[in-house]
């Protein structure tokens, strides 16, 4: 059984910042890469950053610049700090975790319930 959790969601003033944490635990052997999505009301759930067990980043461009994705493998962490915050950026947030629980089984994902982010004055 694994469980990804997340928080650090909430409300914030344009141009704030916010950080996000996700904590996976549970029956796993290994972790490749993180990620983090996001879902706006009425939209399309999308990719906003990744990182993988090696360290390398990628980000939709429009958060270059702005957030930034890390992990810590030894806690099975990772987190995105969110700076300089515009209202589209508002969205629920979710984790994800892609996991092996032993070494025979294939990776999958495990996915997080989200966290609300509220960008707003």
């Known amino acids: 059984q694994v469980q990804v959790v997340e928080s650090g969601g909430g409300l914030v003033q344009p141009g704030g910042s916010l950080r996000l944490s996700c904590a996976a635990s549970?029956?796993?052997?290994?972790?490749?890469?993180m990620d983090w999505y996001r879902q706006a009301p009425g939209k399309e759930r999308e990719l906003v950053a990744s990182?993988?067990?090696?360290?390398?980043?990628n980000y939709r461009d429009s958060v270059k610049g702005r957030f930034t994705i890390s992990r810590d493998n030894a806690k099975n962490t990772v987190d995105l700090q969110m700076n300089s915050l515009k209202s589209e950026d508002t969205a629920v947030y979710y984790c994800?975790?892609?996991?092996?629980?032993?070494?025979?089984?294939?990776?999958?994902?495990?996915w997080g319930q989200g966290t609300q982010v509220i960008v707003s004055s």
């Open positions: 994800v975790q892609y996991i092996k629980t032993t070494p025979l089984t294939p990776v999958r994902s495990y």
């Open positions: 549970g029956s796993i052997f290994s972790i490749s890469s």
């Open positions: 990182i993988t067990n090696g360290g390398s980043t």
